[in-house]
Structure formats: structure tokens, C-alpha cells
């Protein structure tokens, strides 16, 4: 799994770019079709939780790296917002209670790099589900993400930062070991004053995968899931081998009569 340390390394501007908000009304009408607690794994600095707890979700939010949390309680108390802000591994996830809606966002599935974590990850992840509840995990579509992993230097936006009176250009380059199956991103992150002269520049270096359909499902089932729904996208298409940017994974845990 990705280091929490290297994610709290970019904490203080990483909302600086990270700023989609295409999934954003899924995971809200998800959230409202539950009646229940809602839990957000990997949750970052809440660029998905606090619209969920905006929109009136009773929400726990569980991430490993303390510095993205200490952003996220910052924002949730500038706004009077309430939410449980947990800093714990998913593969270790200890909470005591279950939840009806469970989330995975952002596809950061799959920083968990080993099918042993997956496996660990997603045992710990059903013991927190409720009976009749719903887990909802993001992945890539492995055939059209590997189009963008080519070893090319890119450009990914260039961002203003009006804190430190300075713009952020971020960029990113990734490369696929077809030994281990492994993706190796790095990304540089250059902060530039009015003059235009440098004046910091930070490397993070990430290790993901992506899961195949077959496999990711396997794993699933194996620890008790049962497929719900599986869409291409985040307005609920049906998914498409060939053409789906996503893997949107409805599982759910039901009792067997």
C-alpha cells in the first residue's frame, strides 16, 4: 500500500488540485438511498465527505495518513460540520459497529498493491458491513487506464495558491511492470512565485495496480460479498469491457435462508 507518510508530504496543498467533483452526485444519491451510518474509507481531506456530511449524512471517515485527516477535521470545523474522523489502515479497520453504506472512492482501491491486502482490506471491510448493506468500491478500467501509463511526462494543471501567494504546476509520469503487475507514478509538484522563479518543488512516488473484472470479483466473493450492480461510469451505465472509463462496484452482504 501507498505510504501514508508520502500523502501527508503533499497534505497542505494537495486540495490545491484535487478538486473533481464528477462523482460527486453519485455518491450523494447513493448516500441518500441509506438510512443509516455511512462509512468513507480513504478519505483523504474530504473532498467527497464533506458534501456527504453537507447533504446531511451521518458519516465516519476513516484515512491512514494524519496530516490529509488533520485538513479534513480542519474543514469540518470551519464549517460547523460534525463527522467520526478515524486515522486507521482499511487492512486493520477496527471500529466496532457496521454500517449500511460503505465507500471506497476515488478508485484508491487500488493502492493496496498485494492480493494479500486486498484480501485483508476486504475481509475487514465486510465484518464492518451491515446485513443488507452495500459497499460501493472504484477501480479503473484497466484496458483504458493503461492508455495514459506510456513513461510520458505530463502536464496535469497549473493551479493558483492564493495562501502562499504562489501557482502550483503539477506533473506526472507512469510506467507498467508487466513483472509485478505494477504501476510506478511519479509526481512533481513546482511552486512558483508572481516572478515566475521556483521556489519549491516536491516528489511524490506512488505504487498502484489494476485490478482485472475476474479478479477483483474472485476476491470479493471470496471473503462473502455478493455482486449488486457493476457500472462503466458515475451516471450508472451498464459497464463495457472495451469502452467504460470505471469499475463501479455495488457489493453487498446478505444473509443466506
Known sequence: MTDSIAWDQVARFYDLYAQATFDLPFFLQEAAKSSGEVLELMAGTGRVSLPLVRAGVHLTCVDAAPQ????????LAAEHLSAQVYEMDV??????????????????F?????PADQHLALARIYQHLAWGGRFICTLHNPPQRMRTIDGQLRLVGTYPDAEQHTTLLFWSVSTYDPVTQQVQASQFYEH????????????????????QRA??????????????????DYSSAPFQEETSPYMIWV???EKVS
Do not use: C, N, W
Not at 490529509?68 to 474543514?75: D, N, T
Not at 471500529?95 to 484508491?108: A, V
Open 110 to 114: 487500488g493502492q493496496l498493491v498485494s
Open 215 to 232: 479478479e477483483f470479483e474472485a476476491l470479493a466473493t471470496a471473503v462473502g460479498f455478493k455482486v449488486l450492480a457493476l457500472y462503466g
Open 68 to 75: 490529509m485527516l488533520a485538513r479534513l477535521r480542519a474543514k
Open 192 to 211: 512558483y512565485d508572481s516572478r515566475g522563479i521556483l521556489q519549491e518543488k516536491s516528489l511524490l512516488q506512488l505504487t498502484f495496480v489494476l485490478p
Open 91 to 108: 487492512r486493520s479497520l477496527t471500529l466496532h459497529k457496521q454500517f449500511d453504506l460503505i465507500l471506497l472512492p476515488f478508485h484508491s
Open 251 to 253: 457489493l453487498g452482504k
